[in-house]
């Protein structure tokens, strides 16, 4: 294991600190993939590969000298058909040892790094264990489940100093920087509202259907872990788990961590004072979900406000956009989504700031697993583009929307205690319960 750090070390200066995909297809680069010895792969272990989990191992796979060694998931059916998908990467999936149990992966010696593509409920307890394992983290976001678990995992990665990188892989995407760069500035003037909105049309909730037995080849007990214990639901599984508040937080949590992110970003704040949200399930009523389907969420700054909207089963949203921030000027609208940016000048500016669009032209979650092995192999923590807190930031205010949502109030925000001024919204919501004998240690 130290020899392979040392490699990884020594390899990150040959690479001047950056590892760009386009780069390592130049010839001047194949030297290098020549000299990867096995003994000195960065060697990973994915847990939960159903999803973006196997989306990110794909990326990783195409990094030289990085090399899948286990794969770990409660589904054997996933399980197989990874293993097949392997072989059909040209991959030899013999090589690849396969584990029912995520402690069993974490034990494992040969593993460096592990990738958690889990259901949202088992992100903290996964990486406060892979830390404490002494691996490093490229965790899927939302990084935690709750607030609660948000400060356990910042605190885990500060404790045992591992590289912790968040799955918001649109930090990794140039025209999301330049985007940001441009708000900053301060050519758009004074921004006083920021939009920030998700109209999911294909997102839908599954159908209301009797409990049964789990599937042949599903470990339900391990896949409920510290989530109270219910009868196995279909449309509780697999992907609809994010429409259930023991699993997840519906939209806010999916896709609001990414975008909230941005408008957090460029317009460098931190939390907001107060949050207030109203919602429902308007959509969808005579489906199997319990977060809402259509959301209003109004946070409050020192000098602008921040809404968020959401609605599965609408693609029709903002500026004809299905997703998007929108930083809204004295001078013009800089809108953004993961397609590009432009700005729409104020009709009565005279600054002349309108920019046509500017398309997306990198791949996000390639880039962003690249930026993940250059710091496992520097140990430069400030190079991440998506550490722990960064995650743990946004997850937090993600939450925060959701809470007040729940809670039918609007909260006050303590910073200095990083806690709502309301102690019985504390007790009732601030941390996630654990289950089933798990426990989310005091690190």
């Not at 600190?17 to 001047?28: C, K, Q, R």
């Not at 991440?384 to 960064?390: G, S, W």
């Amino acid at each position: 294991m130290n020899s392979r750090r040392k490699f990884l070390q020594n390899s990150a200066v040959m690479l001047g600190g950056t590892l760009l995909a386009s780069s390592l297809e130049n010839p001047v680069f194949a030297i290098f993939k020549n000299r990867v010895a096995p003994s000195d792969q960065l060697n990973i272990g994915a847990i939960g590969v159903n999803g973006m989990g196997w989306a990110d191992v794909t990326s990783a796979l195409k990094i030289p000298g990085v090399n899948l060694v286990a794969i770990c998931d409660v589904d054997k059916n996933v399980i197989d058909k990874r293993l097949k998908d392997l072989a059909k990467m040209n991959k030899d999936a013999s090589k690849v040892k396969t584990y029912g149990d995520y402690r069993q992966l974490l034990n494992d010696k040969d593993v460096d790094a592990v990738v958690i593509g889990t259901p949202d409920h088992w992100h903290a307890l996964i990486m406060t264990n892979a830390c404490a394992a002494g691996k490093d983290v490229y965790c899927e976001k939302p990084v935690g489940n709750s607030i609660g678990e948000c400060r356990a995992m910042v605190a885990a990665q500060q404790r045992y100093n591992k590289v912790v990188q968040c799955g918001q892989w649109q930090r990794s995407q140039q025209h999301f920087k330049d985007a940001v760069d441009y708000v900053q500035s301060g050519v758009l003037g004074n921004i006083r509202t920021v939009k920030v909105w998700c109209y999911q049309g294909w997102m839908k909730p599954g159908p209301v259907v009797p409990d049964t037995a789990p599937p042949a080849g599903v470990d339900y007990a391990m896949w409920l872990g510290p989530a109270r214990k219910r009868p196995f639901n279909a449309s509780r599984f697999h992907f609809n788990f994010r429409w259930f508040w023991d699993y997840a937080g519906g939209l806010m949590t999916d896709w609001g961590v990414h975008l909230l992110d941005y408008g957090l970003l460029g317009m460098k704040s931190p939390t907001p004072k107060s949050v207030s949200a109203l919602g429902g399930r308007f959509a969808y009523p005579d489906l199997y979900e319990e977060t809402p389907d259509t959301l209003t969420t109004l946070y409050e700054f020192d000098g602008f406000n921040m809404v968020w909207d959401s609605a599965m089963g609408i693609d029709n949203g903002s500026y004809n956009r299905d997703h998007g921030i929108a930083y809204i000027g004295n001078n013009g609208t800089l809108i953004l989504n993961r397609g590009g940016w432009e700005v729409i000048e104020e009709k009565q500016s005279k600054n002349k700031v309108s920019k046509p669009f500017a398309p997306s032209t990198d791949n996000g979650l390639d880039r962003h697993w690249e930026n993940f092995v250059t710091v496992v192999k520097s140990r430069k923590m400030e190079d991440l583009h998506c550490p722990i807190q960064a995650g743990a930031q946004v997850a937090t205010v993600a939450q925060m929307g959701n809470i007040a949502y729940r809670s039918g109030k609007k909260l006050e925000w303590d910073a200095g205690k990083e806690q709502f001024t309301d102690n019985s919204v504390n007790k009732e919501y601030f941390m996630k319960e654990y289950h089933n004998g798990y426990k989310l240690g005091k690190v």
